[in-house]
């Protein structure tokens, strides 16, 4: 038992590695180093809050619920649940991490090698490869933590090592980025893996149950211990990109995301390192866009009664995911920043709330209150976005404790979570 125990946890770890590092986890951690140089370890703790940490507390904190993250959800509202869980597919699906996939692999795998090749063709024949691994979702955690987890570890070691050796040892200068941990903190909302983490749990619960792991402490447990070997191997790998890109000597003008990363290869394999990068942006994008795809999938099926079936789901999504990643990724990532700093705050909140007192605070209003709460604060931001001549909006926002680094939500969620807890009563029955 525990030897097939150990095992099972190996294999969904493995297969959720792949899952979470996708294009944003291979392309920011080694441009945040490059910005913040000697001082990258402040940014790299930031960043691993909310890129590492919170999408563990995510994914334990579905499996505890239940199978879905609208189990998780419904300790709020069931309704409300369904609707956030909604804007994270969306996000997570074909309005930004999907395309994003789709958008990396042209600009950073394919255009330096064939500098002719149109974006459409790449992205119609990536997402076509992704809608054909993704119709049987039984198979996609061992796909994934067979086969694609372990070459995509190999191929990281492979360009983190070397220049863990043969780094810049000319004297760096420091950053002249100031709350360089809030900046990573920040930057962290990039990857997306929380909302991600929402959706894969129930990837990763079905794959424990399939292993025979069907009473609830016992999933519980494959679950969580998967979910932080995965974490490890993370934050290795985030630890070494970081490194290489804070050690880096790229000209400043030419130091976009993509071009970090072929700088760095190249410096330690020649011109072979582009194909290294070309094969890396491929593996991790591909093992994202299959678990996301699939995970979307599952939740429009479960959404829509049925009447949109999964394999119709996975069609659906990727073509639309297609159409959006003919954008470009710096277009993506640009417009992707409001939404994020939308749902990302309700979406810890939440987390974080049923953690910490779900089993000691069962009356359901503090929880949905503070939700509530926690959205009209964050939409100030997508507002000042929508309407930036409208100063009435950036006042409120300065108002508010900590809206300097972006956490303005924090201090008004938790003085909402607790006034409802003592006005409301924390133990009345759920209806």
């Known amino acids: 038992m525990e030897i097939r125990k150990r095992n099972t946890i190996l294999f969904l770890g493995m297969a959720l590695f792949a899952m979470f590092f996708g294009a944003g986890n291979l392309l920011l951690p080694a441009f ?18 909310t890129a590492i940490l919170a999408p563990v507390l995510a994914i334990f904190a579905v499996a505890v619920s239940g199978n879905y993250f609208t189990d998780l959800g419904a300790r709020a509202n069931l309704k409300l649940a369904y ?39 790449v992205c119609v024949v990536f997402f076509g490869a992704v809608m054909l691994l993704s119709f049987s979702p039984n198979r996609i955690t061992g796909i994934l933590g067979k086969i694609f987890a372990p070459l995509l570890l190999f191929f990281l070691a492979l360009l983190i090592i070397p220049g863990l050796f ?83 000597t790229i000209d400043p003008s030419e130091a976009t995301r993509p071009a970090l990363l072929v700088h760095i290869a190249t410096q330690n394999f020649g011109q072979t390192g582009i194909y290294l990068i070309s094969v890396l942006m491929i593996l991790a994008c591909v093992t994202t866009a299959i678990a996301l795809t699939a995970g979307s ?31 470009g990724v710096e277009e993506i990532i640009e417009y992707a920043g409001a939404l994020l700093n939308f749902i990302y705050p309700v979406t810890l909140v939440l987390i974080l709330s049923v953690l910490l007192f ?27 976005k929508w309407f930036p001549n409208e100063e009435i909006f950036t006042r409120i ?14 201090v008004p969620a938790i003085l909402t979570f607790i006034i409802s807890c003592f006005a409301l009563g924390r133990n009345l029955n759920r209806k």
């Open 397 to 410: 926002l300065e108002i508010l404790p900590l809206s300097q680094y972006n956490l303005e939500w924090v």
């Open 83 to 121: 609707f956030l869980a909604f804007i994270n597919v969306l996000c997570i699906g074909p309005l930004i991490a999907l395309p994003r996939s789709g958008a990396s692999v042209y600009e950073v795998a394919i255009q330096p090698i064939l500098p002719n090749a149109q974006a459409i063709w």
């Open 166 to 248: 043969t780094g810049s040892t000319v004297e760096l200068p420091p950053t002249v980025i100031e709350d360089r941990f809030y900046v990573g903190f920040q930057e962290g909302y990039q990857t997306m893996d929380v909302l991600a983490g929402l959706i894969f749990a129930v990837l990763l619960i079905a794959g424990a149950n399939r292993k025979g792991f069907t009473h609830k402490s016992d999933r519980v447990e494959v679950v969580l211990k998967s979910a932080i070997f995965a974490a490890v191997c993370m934050l290795l790998v985030y630890g070494g990109l970081f490194y290489l890109g804070a050690h880096a």
């Open 297 to 327: 999938a599952n939740f429009m099926e479960r959404f829509t009664k049925g009447k949109l079936g999964y394999i119709e789901g996975v069609i659906s999504i990727t073509l639309v995911s297609t159409l959006f990643a003919i954008a």
């Open 32 to 49: 945040l180093g490059y910005q913040t140089k000697i001082d990258w370890t402040s940014t790299f703790t930031g960043f691993s809050l």
């Open 358 to 384: 779900g089993n000691t605070i069962t009356n359901q209003r503090p929880y949905f209150i503070t939700l509530i709460v926690t959205m009209a604060v964050s939409m100030i931001r997508i507002l000042i």
